[in-house]
DNA sequence: TCTGGGGTCCTAGGACCC
DNA sequence: TCTGGGGTCCTAGGACCC
């Protein structure tokens, strides 16, 4: 049997979350801004009918988005991550096999049900979703995940209210391809809609109608996956459970440029700190990592420089102190004074799990009490605050921090931010 | 003086996604 | 003043080995 898989996407997702919040703003202009507050990420309806488009740098639109009255938001991902949660949650209900795709987007695979009934049940869905957590959803369907791409990306240009489309016979495909451009194609970035447009094809369904061998020599395998997806055959395996992280990294722009060496060191001790963080959680630890520093592109005038490097590291850890030790060492070998910096950041890689380290770990006191040390931290920073613990070289000073002016409360997962009504 | 080729591993870079 | 951040996968090319 035909497989049927459903690609069920969040409507504006970010703008959603805040709206639901605030419901004044309902019908009304809202935009997302990056980290940093430096480029719209996420837009309401309204928002994108002023022509505001996705990426926009926010000072460059500053006129545009007060004469309008936009309503404007800090990204806040702890409030996107919880409201994402609950959604998946709900979606969960619905179907044996759920892929959390991303934040706002999920497949579902239908095969088990009666395809002509898939349309009123995507509408179930829909409506639950709705009804539990009051976020919009658009749901495509059809036999690949690329296809229930298109079809998802064709409920939301031209059959917003209905929310559904069901790609479910040729005719269906065939409207479906024919009204995609070749760059919205699940696949297709900006360097490969050059190539293709270069050569002609102009929709989707020309693509699927090339010979597959210019298909597999331009695109690569990925393309060629993509171009029989295209044609109705599921290629991309529907990946039930999470796959195992394979890296964990952070890394930001600062608030300002930085041209000391200690302010560059305290940001990336900082986001050192977090990656750190963020291995424990997942009971990870990092054999090597990669730290890098870099000028501002966008700083015409002044000099640029890259530069990353990869330390292997002693034995894998997840210690903060001994990470940041490390990244410490790594930051004197290409740091190099005379330029303003504007982003560092911090990979781990090679990750392995944290309890077959500690397994061979115990010959070595010092790092069994190092464990130890880090189950309090987080114990603290966990109750009190992130950050209400930290090492030395983490510093007190703000200047490498984001702009966040516009941040929202943390309307669903800290107590004391919690949303009052007044009656 | 003539001067191979295949396999494997690693890395950098490029493509993509949300 | 101000232009995101966090991921994955593939390929080409160099080093090295036999």
Not at 84 to 89: A, H, K, L
């Amino acid at each position: 049997m035909k497989k049927m898989i459903a690609l069920v996407d969040c409507n504006n997702f970010y703008a959603s979350c805040e709206r639901l919040f605030q419901p004044r703003l309902q019908n009304r202009p809202i935009v997302v801004l990056s980290n940093n507050d430096g480029c719209v990420i996420a837009r309401s309806d309204e928002a994108k009918e002023l022509g505001i488009e996705m990426g926009a740098p926010s000072f460059l639109i500053e006129s545009l988005l007060q004469q309008h009255n936009v309503s404007v938001f800090s990204s806040n991902y702890t409030l996107y991550g919880d409201l994402s949660d609950r959604v998946m949650t709900t979606l969960s209900q619905f179907a044996d096999q759920l892929e959390v795709y991303s934040i706002d987007e999920a497949f579902l695979n239908l095969t088990a049900f009666r395809h002509h009934h898939l349309t009123d049940y995507a509408h179930t869905i829909r409506n639950t979703v709705m009804q539990h957590i009051g976020i919009p959803v658009s749901i495509g369907i059809a036999p690949s995940k690329t296809l229930a791409k298109i079809a998802n990306r064709l409920v939301k240009k031209r059959n917003k209210q209905l929310g559904v489309y069901c790609i479910d016979s040729m005719e269906k495909m065939q409207f479906a391809l024919q009204n995609t451009p070749v760059k919205d194609i699940w696949g297709i970035g900006s360097q490969y809609t050059k190539l293709l447009t270069r050569n002609g094809f102009i929709t989707a369904w020309d693509v699927a109608r090339a010979p597959e061998e210019w298909i597999r020599k331009n695109l690569s395998v990925v393309g060629q996956r993509m171009y029989n997806e295209l044609k109705g055959t599921a290629c991309i395996a529907f990946e039930d459970m999470p796959p195992k992280k394979k890296m964990v990294c952070v890394a930001r722009g600062f608030g300002k440029v930085l041209s000391e060496k200690h302010e560059v060191m305290e940001a990336l001790a900082n986001f050192t700190a977090m990656v750190a963080v963020k291995l424990r959680s997942e009971q990870l630890a990092a054999t090597t990592i990669q730290i890098f520093v870099q000028t501002n592109a966008h700083r015409n005038n002044d000099p640029q420089y890259y530069r990353s490097l990869t330390i292997s590291l002693p034995e894998a850890t997840n210690s903060t102190n001994e990470l940041i030790r490390h990244a410490r060492q790594g930051l004197e070998t290409i740091y190099r004074p005379g330029y303003n910096y504007h982003k560092t950041g911090c990979t781990a890689m090679e990750l392995v799990s944290a309890e077959k380290v500690q397994y061979n770990i115990f010959d070595t006191e010092n790092r069994a009490r190092n464990s130890q040390l880090m189950k309090v931290v987080d114990l603290v920073n966990r109750s009190f605050g992130k950050d209400a613990v930290r090492f030395a070289l983490q510093g007190f000073s703000t200047r490498w921090k984001l702009r966040q002016l516009n941040l929202s409360p943390c309307y669903t997962t800290r107590i004391d931010e919690v949303l009052t009504i007044k009656i």
